[in-house]
């Protein structure tokens, strides 16, 4: 298993440049980036993405999720990569999506599907980011980030709103994840000699849930209504408050596609 998957590290041409068309209203779109440190071509897949993030800003949220093969560590004895990004989460959502046994760098956008996957290659995400921000059609929904969080207690609370501007039938659910940005250390990058980087600047890494993996069911999703849930967590003393966020997102749970998704800091 461990050698199909290591032999799965696609190289990813850089980003396209053309112009974007500018995103419809308050419509957001999340990325899932599945990624490795040992994978060393997602560097250039990550570089890609955040060409595009510059263009759209907050419009487009971006999730780094370590799973696979390419996320496993080295002994503690070792000099490099024993540094452990992986999740109970990523690895579950990995292994039900089957991302990284269909190679890396890989992801989703919105979890649309695409000719029958959710699986996207880096060269994919363009075009599907463009198709869910200029969507003309109403956005159902608005989403709500509200965070407490003590400094000197390192407690965090965080509350959700979600709010319906039309009927939503079927079941939809809420996910609220934890992100970190700019956690500095190894990572295998095949466009630099050595191709072992020290320093490396990974960005907005999944560090877990604050509601389960798939999230809790919205009860109410009727024109009008208005739902609430609150969140509590105890931030890890490893994980740097200073850039740290909350991603929240609704979906359906039948199709797996994201309706809208808001990220905010815990600290303004």
Known sequence: MVATILN????VEGPVKEVLPPPSGNRKVLV???TGHRCGNCPRAAKALYDLKATYGDNLIIMGIHAGGFANVFPPSAPYYTYDFKTPEGIEMDADFGISVAGNPNGMVNRRQVN????LPPTKWLDEISAVLTNPDPLPISITINNDYNSVSRSLQTEIKT???????GVYKLCVFMVEDSIVNWQKDYDVTPDDIEF??????????????YGVPISTTS?????TLNYSKTLDPIWSDQHFSIIAYLYNDLTKEIIQVEQK????
């Open 32 to 34: 899932e980036d599945y």
């Open 265 to 268: 800091e815990i600290e303004d």
């Open 116 to 119: 029958g996957t959710y699986i």
């Open 8 to 11: 799965s590290c696609d190289k």
């Open 163 to 169: 709010e319906f501007f039309a009927d939503l039938s």
């Open 223 to 227: 024109l009008g209504d208005i739902s």
């Open 200 to 213: 490396y600047v990974h960005r907005e890494v999944l560090r877990g849930s604050m509601n389960g993996t």
